[in-house]
């Protein structure tokens, strides 16, 4: 059984950065797949980045690219967001997901472990 756990989330000015971290419970492989995924209020929740546990593989959707990075920390088994240069519309709740798998998915329903949440307001 994989648990996941997210932290670093809070309110921040536009053109601030938070750090999200995941900490992973359970065993990891090189197979293993890590995803974070945000949740605005009204609205779908949508992919925003993944990497492999091996640390190749690395995606991101295109609104968040140049400013967020994905990175995984293999001695503190966790993944993490650095989330740079935020705007208004990064506001939402951020999930981290994960999955056993030879691909790094990008679609919500191919994750099969979720952590709770956590919630980052960008303020104007």
């Known amino acids: 059984q994989v648990q996941l756990v997210e932290s670093g989330g809070g309110l921040v000015q536009a053109g601030g950065s938070l750090r999200l971290s995941c900490k992973v419970s359970?065993?990891?492989?090189?197979?293993?797949?890590m995803g974070w995924f945000r949740q605005a209020p009204g609205k779908e929740r949508e992919f925003v980045a993944a990497?492999?546990?091996?640390?190749?593989?690395?995606y991101y959707h295109d609104s968040v690219k140049g400013r967020f990075t994905i990175s995984r920390d293999n001695a503190k088994n966790t993944v993490n967001l650095q989330m740079n240069s935020l705007k208004p519309e990064d506001t939402a709740v951020y999930y981290c997901?994960?999955?056993?798998?030879?691909?790094?998915?990008?679609?919500?329903?191919?994750?099969?472990?979720w952590g709770q949440g956590t919630q980052v307001t960008v303020s104007s």
């Open positions: 359970g065993r990891t492989a090189s197979n293993f797949a």
């Open positions: 990497i492999r546990w091996s640390g190749e593989d690395i």
């Open positions: 997901a994960a999955k056993y798998s030879d691909y790094v998915p990008v679609l919500r329903p191919a994750y099969d472990y």
